[in-house]
């Protein structure tokens, strides 16, 4: 298991637990933690600011497991966990890649990712310990041998497979593609079709990295054509540097999942230019509430948005871009309506029952 502890949020996947629990007898197999392991990351990253500290902390606690010595500690406790359990599983089930492999002889080895660490080294390197490049090699022969050893890799989008495919040297017969599912109830075609706010939606855990930047440049160049045009900004706490003085832009800080699908539902546009993301679930939200979305094409972005059929992409990461596709799309009424009906026609594909049958159908192949 390498998930949040959250229910309904983040990168959760209770709600697949919970779809195989229908089919399968499920036990979730984590590890304790130490409460002193904390310390060291945490004197480490202190900064008189909390903001700051918090900011610094989950950084390196995010790298640290990017490191060959965790990679073994983590594989190490996992596989005798898996050794001293009561009986003989059917089926191991990971999440993530970051330990491995810990299966038993015999049992069908099974993994499922948004991502891999290659993926974030090239989209993303401020996620990865500042001195990966010393053990570069080594993490990714660990990471390999994992992925050579599964029986079957599920990633959560053709770009993920593309990665595990080549830069790791996995066949494509051995990886499936099944997209992460959406934790919120589909709204009816009568709200998603409704007349919907002068109001534009950015929604983020971390500004910057989300395209936060451009959003808030692009906004006062969308301004000068649509006037009265609003911007609200969700999620969590804005970094100190962001200052905003249009009262047209709202915070409204973080929102629980049933208050962000009144935002889906009432705004006009959702804009996430990313300058990385892997299978964003705002994206995925986004179309399921049949909002049209203008993002870049950061890894499996485009195939969320069907290839530019369900939203607009991006043709360059910049304010001006931006603000251009959001005034194409609000003076096109009829396009408008064609996204968000491919929308309403595609979003079955992030359906938590539609994931989990073709997981356990997935699982059921290595029972028979």
């Known amino acids: 298991m390498w998930a949040s502890v959250a229910v309904a949020s983040g990168p959760s996947t209770h709600w697949l637990y919970a779809q195989l629990a229908k089919e399968f007898d499920v036990e979730i197999i984590g590890l304790s933690q130490n409460r002193f392991s904390d310390i060291p990351l945490l004197c480490r990253s202190f900064r008189p600011d909390k903001k700051a500290w ?14 060959p010595g965790s990679f ?10 898996i050794a001293s359990l009561s009986y003989r599983p059917d089926l ?14 015999g049992v069908p080895y ?8 290659r993926m974030v080294e090239q989209g993303w390197s401020n996620w990865l310990p500042e001195n990966f490049s010393l053990y570069r090699d080594e993490f990714y022969a660990l990471e390999k041998k994992l992925f050579k050893h599964l029986d079957k890799i599920i990633a959560y989008s053709e770009s993920a497979k593309k990665s595990f ?15 992460s599912a959406v934790k919120m109830t589909y709204p009816g075609p009568e709200d998603v079709f409704k007349a919907r706010k002068r109001q534009l939606l950015f929604v983020s855990t971390n500004f910057f990295l989300k395209g936060g930047d451009y959003v808030v440049d692009s906004f006062s160049i969308i301004k000068n054509k649509f006037p009265d045009m609003k911007l609200i900004i969700a999620g969590t706490k804005l970094p100190a540097e962001v200052n905003f003085d249009d009262s047209a832009i709202k915070y409204v800080g973080h929102l629980s999942l049933e208050e962000l699908q009144r935002y889906y539902c009432e705004s006009a546009i959702l804009l996430h230019p990313a300058r990385y993301d892997a299978f964003p679930n705002v994206v995925k939200e986004a179309v399921v509430c049949g909002l049209p979305a203008i ?11 069907d290839y530019g059929r369900a939203g607009l992409l991006l043709k360059e990461l910049s304010a001006a871009e931006l603000a251009n596709q959001v005034i194409k799309l609000l003076e096109d009424p009829q396009l408008y309506q064609q996204l968000q009906e491919r929308c309403l026609m595609v979003r079955d594909r992030f359906d ?17």
């Open 165 to 179: 495919n080549t830069d790791y040297g996995i066949e494509n017969k051995n990886i499936d593609v099944i997209n």
């Open 72 to 81: 073994r500690t983590l594989t190490n406790r996992y596989a005798k966990k």
């Open 54 to 67: 918090a900011d610094k902390y989950y950084r390196l606690k995010e790298s640290a497991v990017k490191t």
């Open 92 to 105: 191991i089930f990971q999440l993530g890649g970051l330990f491995g492999p810990v299966g038993l002889p």
């Open 352 to 368: 938590v029952a539609n994931v989990g049958r073709k997981m356990i159908e997935t699982f059921q192949a290595f029972l028979q």
């Open 110 to 117: 099974l993994s499922y990712h948004d991502q891999t660490v």
């Open 295 to 305: 993002a870049s094409a950061s890894c499996g972005i485009p195939e969320i948005l």
